[in-house]
């Protein structure tokens, strides 16, 4: 019978050894695998058979795990595939493709408890369908607005009280003359669109100024969550601007506002996803929800 819990995470992710270390104590095997040790440190070999894929892979020198013991997997965001110094850069874009898709592929065949699959995880990652499923389950969302038709971007922006706020739709950061660059959050108004918005898509939303902050890790089983306070205000807009002016405090949430997300887990597939929540006077709204994401923010 399957008994191992198979750990994908980086080497040093400390809220992956925390659950590896809660589940040790309980006598249950873990196995630990860094993706971006393959394949200079792992190794994989698997054969198809009428009940899916036998094999094992060796995670390190010392340990190795046979597909058909890993009932479980914990994923949270494992390094990209590592291959080997030397090779020109389409040998290594092919060889981290190949790795991918096929051991990828492998582990996301196992019939294995995931939390969460990564096919899952994927799908969640499109802010369109998380937005829709987080609206569905009757949680607060912002006004928002998608396209690329200036006018009507405008028009939008230009009517909505209290402001409008711009955000990437899935790129964090951008890579510029050299240089790694931020996309932080970013207050716009009507008179900041102009023909630029036609050139790809766009998001914008009603910027909500919240009494409060609140980040929440949400389970089936339940929910905990974090208010953070910006000691300056410098960072109010978006808190990766300034970790160093945050702190923490442990916060509940309301039963039905935690009933809700965990409806949007239920319909999203995901077994657990951290959610980014505003707190006024009136609601509870929800910004977004990451599927596989860190619970903390620095």
Known sequence: MASAVLVLAA?????????????TRRSQQVV???????????????????SGWIGHIITTPAATVALADVAAVYSHHSPPF?????MSVPERRFAIVEARFGLGGILASLPARWVSHPS?????EYKPVQLAALAAAGLAVPATWMGNDPSAARAFVSGQPGGAVYKAIMHKVVS??????????????GADIDERVAATMHQFQ?????????????????????????????????????????????TRLEDGVVRRA??????????????????????????????????GMA
């Not at 971006?36 to 190794?43: E, I």
């Not at 590592?82 to 030397?86: L, N, Q, R, V």
């Not at 510029?176 to 108004?189: F, H, I, Q, R, S």
């Not at 969550?225 to 601007?241: H, K, P, Q």
Request: proline residues 4%; aromatic residues 8%; charged residues 25%.
């Open 120 to 124: 899952a995880v994927a799908d969640a």
């Open 11 to 23: 080497s040093d992710d400390g809220e992956a050894a925390l659950v590896a270390d809660a589940l």
């Open 176 to 189: 510029e003359e050299g240089a790694v660059k931020a996309l932080y959050t970013t207050p716009v108004t």
């Open 262 to 295: 965990q409806q949007a887990l239920t319909w999203l597939g995901l077994r657990s996803a951290v959610f980014d929540f505003a707190v006024t006077a009136d609601r509870t709204w929800v910004y977004e929800l990451n599927p596989g994401g860190p619970v």
């Open 82 to 86: 590592a291959p080997a110094e030397g």
């Open 206 to 250: 009603h910027r909500v100024r919240g009494a409060r902050d609140v980040r929440a890790l949400v389970t089936s089983g339940g929910c905990e969550a974090v208010e953070i306070t910006d000691r300056t205000g410098v960072a109010r807009l978006d808190y990766r601007d300034h970790y160093d002016t945050l702190a923490y405090a442990r």
């Open 32 to 50: 630990w695998l860094d993706l971006s040790w393959f394949p200079l440190r792992a190794s994989v070999q698997a054969q198809l058979t009428p």
